[in-house]
């Protein structure tokens, strides 16, 4: 005895569905011969049958159905007219069908019975003339039907698999799921009651409800879920044309086919699945002759791999193409202006592959029509992230790559950390998080550090730039000040786009799990909020959109493209040069000079007499060691002021344990602007000239100035 | 003909919403303030596990600020994307109204309460003002 499998039972479950009123119609319809519609109708259902039966390799039962489909195919077409003899023989078929569909979900196979005179008096009754009925078939009816009663109504066998599933409107379970998510809030709410009192028989319930409330809404989740095989089973169909328009030899491979979802995560995921699969083909596996000269197998191998870990599902698509071709990532996204070349330097393997995910990134050579219009990677990121999702990579030069997808199991519950601001609460999703740091005392009064008016922290020697809550809502916009009375500083560090950013908050609460509401139209188009929750003492909180926030904050660029919203053909349009965070700042009398933010480790302030020489360089004395200094205003010839300030300004670069320091006059401010290069002249220790916010301004060559002094500084085994 | 309208005061003003749009009447509830909202919205409330977003039509009609001792009641209004309060000064009555006694807003009284009353009832000791409940949330989204 077989089970039958997956496929098997669903094919099963809806034939007999469709079988049940088979039989209604095929009586309904010796009333009204006429009914195109109903036999039309019933031609579908037996059609289908038909195909899955063949697909599954049911012979006999396709043989069956295939007769029975060219009878009522002639009915339906008004050839024949449908009278007794023909509805008799048709309901002998139904019930030869249920009969073989009993077997098959007993057996897993037809058995061994075959149904010749039934397909031989369909076919007979496909002539026009053959409509009195021969003796032969009456006999057999009586027989089969009454094989078929036993079954259903007999009780002796086990079940049909139809009577112990159901089908349920969709929308009925996303209805019950908010019941459901009322029912957590409420329990939240009597939790939080039953906290301040005595009375035992009341907590003790309570926990009971708490109890039944918690297993309810993960049964209610359950029947929510699909396999994300669903998803999958069509990929080999497209491995398969795909690989065909490359002249590639693909193997699929897919694992955990049965890893279940939400189906509204799963509805998300499934475009973004299909393009990083079709990225795989197209960019990662080789060509067969590719293949053999690197010495591996002519037909590669994509590899699809699903399971649940930790409250999470996770996803990783595996090929064992040629992997990210770093140098090549490098040279395109910079010479498409995505990174300039000094953060290009500076950028781990990692964050180079995780380029790919760059908006209007491409390698491709060629647009072909698979890929290559650089509107792909982005997209996929963009519509994970949406739902919660992280996306990350990981590269094997030469031996293929793995990407790996970790997304939440539903989005209507998700958990959140809550803050306090102003007086009101709010509900972070705990997926933005990176970390939390608390200061008090001294350690709080000093720890912000303002880069002309923007606010910093030193997060472990890196600057984090920070964004007020209070102060991004337009609540308190007093609270800020870092040296005013308050007795800590919270600092929730959370991650938008690609930057990480620290939130002060007045006060952080505790992560709870949140039931995600919608905005209503009057407040959807705040960008700050994603929606609303209910807390557990009834009051409502709004429900933060960092990337949101980030944006106010002007941390994340404001028209950086996040997919979704902009139509992603339009990117490759998008001519304007990326936006880039620079420092601005004056040396000598000569105009404005600029270095990108990310090469700024710190800013500090040095007293002309600190200022000393060693081995021919002027050094100063930091933390601990010694700073070589770089006079901008030498380096690049500029007049020097008539007066020059005593207090320098001091651009630190720093690498590893070493750090340089760049000694300028005045920083004038922070920017995010677009940042397009253009080379004119040439002058020494400048990378170019860009016009940021409306001035030209020249941007200095960091790299080369440091390498001036210190040709050693950027080698890999110096850092 | 005779028509269903909920009233509620407002100011020294009198007015009527058709019954059809009303969810329900309520006393004061709490509310939480939406930070960078227009300052039409007042604030979100829980309704029975519902979000309704409350909506200050004295703000709205660019009436003064509501007294201090008085809280404002809540007219539950129906709509396709979930329920919208409106913030009065008080409940009225529901009365049942002939279209007889009915007559277009006169242009003063447009001059005060803009297009949100087309038409206005005239009862025996006042005048009750219609206010159009689509066109009121409408002008509050696109605030």
């Known amino acids: ?719 | 003909m005779t028509q269903q309208y909920c009233t509620f005061h407002l100011g020294d003003l009198f007015f009527g919403v058709d019954v059809q749009r009303v969810q329900e009447v309520i006393r004061y509830q709490e509310m939480t303030p939406v930070p960078l909202a227009d300052p039409v919205i007042q604030g979100l409330i829980n309704l029975r596990g519902q979000i309704v977003t409350a909506i200050e039509m004295r703000a709205q009609l660019a009436f003064g600020p509501r007294p201090a001792d008085r809280r404002p009641m809540n007219v539950v209004l129906r709509t396709e994307d979930g329920a919208v309060s409106l913030l009065v000064d008080e409940i009225g009555d529901v009365l049942e109204l002939d279209d007889a006694h009915y007559e277009r807003a006169p242009a003063t009284v447009r001059h005060v309460v803009g297009d949100l009353v087309p038409g206005v009832y005239k009862l025996e000791d006042r005048l009750m003002l219609v206010l159009d409940t689509d066109k009121t949330l409408k002008a509050v989204a696109a605030a």
């Not at chain 1, 009586?142 to 079954?151: F, G, I, L, R």
């Not at chain 1, 509900?427 to 990176?434: D, E, G, K, S």
Request: hydrophobic letters at 40%; charged letters at 25%.
């Open chain 1, 1 to 719: 005895m077989e089970e039958p499998d997956e496929i098997t039972t669903e094919f099963l479950v809806e034939s007999y569905e469709n079988l049940d009123q088979l039989d209604q119609e095929l009586v309904a319809l010796e009333t009204t011969p006429g009914d195109t519609e109903r036999i039309a109708s019933i031609f579908r259902t037996i059609h289908t049958i038909k195909g899955t039966s063949g697909f599954l390799g049911f012979a006999e039962l396709e043989r069956v159905a295939h007769v029975g489909e060219n009878l009522l195919s002639r009915l339906r077409d008004g050839v024949l007219a449908l009278d007794e003899a023909r509805t008799t023989v048709l309901l002998r078929m139904v019930d030869a069908v249920r009969t073989i569909l009993g077997e098959i979900e007993r057996n897993g196979s037809e058995g061994d019975a075959r149904y010749d005179d039934l397909v031989a008096d369909l076919e007979r009754l496909q002539d026009p003339d053959a409509t009195d009925a021969p003796a032969a078939p009456p006999p057999p009816k009586p027989k089969s039907n009454a094989a078929a009663a036993a079954s259903p109504g007999g009780g002796a066998g086990p079940p049909n698999v139809s009577d112990s599933s159901i089908r349920v409107d969709v929308g009925l379970l996303d209805e019950l799921m908010n019941l459901v998510g009322e029912l957590v809030l409420a329990r939240n709410q009597i939790l939080q009651h039953a906290a301040g009192t005595d009375d035992t028989t009341f907590v003790s319930t309570t926990q009971r409800l708490s109890l039944i409330t918690t297993e309810l809404q993960e049964g209610l989740m359950k029947t929510r879920m699909q396999p994300i095989g669903h998803v999958w089973n069509k990929f080999p169909r497209v491995v398969r044309d795909l690989a065909l328009t490359c002249d590639k030899q693909v193997h699929i491979k897919m694992e955990g086919n049965e890893t279940e979802l939400d189906r509204t995560i799963l509805e998300a995921i499934k475009d973004p699945l299909t393009h990083v699969v079709r990225n795989a083909i197209d960019h990662g596996i080789e060509t067969p002759a590719a293949r053999v000269a690197a010495g591996k197998d002519a037909t590669g191998s994509l590899s699809m791999r699903a399971y649940h870990e930790g409250g999470q599902v996770n996803i990783e698509i595996s090929d064992d193409g040629a992997g990210v071709d770093l140098a090549r990532v490098k040279a395109k996204a910079i010479g498409q202006g995505l990174i300039s070349e000094e953060r290009a330097q500076r950028m781990s393997d990692r964050e180079l592959a995780m380029c790919i995910f760059m908006p209007g990134f491409s390698t491709a050579a060629q647009v072909t029509s698979v890929s290559g219009r650089g509107v792909g990677m982005d997209v996929v990121r963009t519509n994970i992230e949406k739902i919660g999702g992280v996306v990350d990579i990981v590269n094997r030069p030469g031996r293929g790559m793995t990407l790996k997808i970790k997304i939440p199991l539903t989005l209507a519950i998700i958990p959140a950390l809550v803050v306090g601001s102003g007086g009101e609460r709010f509900a972070i999703p705990q997926v933005n998080l990176l970390e939390l740091v608390r200061l008090e005392g001294t350690a709080a009064a000093s720890a912000v550090e303002t880069i002309h008016g923007i606010p910093v922290y030193r997060l472990r020697g890196h600057l984090l730039p920070l964004a007020y809550l209070g102060e991004q809502l337009g609540m308190s916009p007093t609270a800020r000040a870092d040296g005013d009375h308050r007795p800590a500083l919270n600092i929730v560090v959370l991650q938008a786009d690609d930057r990480s950013f620290g939130l002060v908050v007045d006060e952080v609460f505790d992560t709870e799990e949140i039931v995600v509401k919608p905005l209503g139209p009057e407040i959807k188009k705040l960008s700050t909020y994603a929606g609303t929750t209910i807390m557990g003492d009834g009051r409502v909180a709004l429900i933060l959109d960092v990337l949101g926030i980030a944006k106010r904050a002007r941390i994340v660029a404001e028209g950086h493209a996040r997919g979704g919203d902009d139509p992603p053909a339009a990117l490759p349009e998008d001519k304007r040069a990326p936006t880039r965070t620079m420092l601005l700042f004056r040396a000598g009398l000569e105009g404005r000079l600029a270095v990108p933010l990310d090469l700024v480790s710190r800013l500090e302030e040095v007293s002309e007499d600190r200022i000393e020489r060693a081995g021919g360089h002027h050094v100063v004395q930091y933390r601990g060691g010694i700073m070589p200094l770089i006079d901008v205003r030498a380096s690049l010839g500029l007049p020097a002021p008539a007066d020059p300030e005593p207090l320098r300004q001091v651009i630190v670069h720093a690498r590893g344990d070493r750090a340089m320091g760049l000694v300028v006059d005045t920083i004038v401010d922070i920017v995010e602007d677009h940042v397009d290069i253009e080379r004119i002249g040439g002058a020494p220790g400048r990378v170019g000239s860009a016009v940021i916010q409306g001035h030209v301004t020249d941007l200095v060559d960091v790299r080369g100035l440091i390498e001036r002094v210190d040709p050693t500084f950027f080698r890999e085994d110096a850092a």
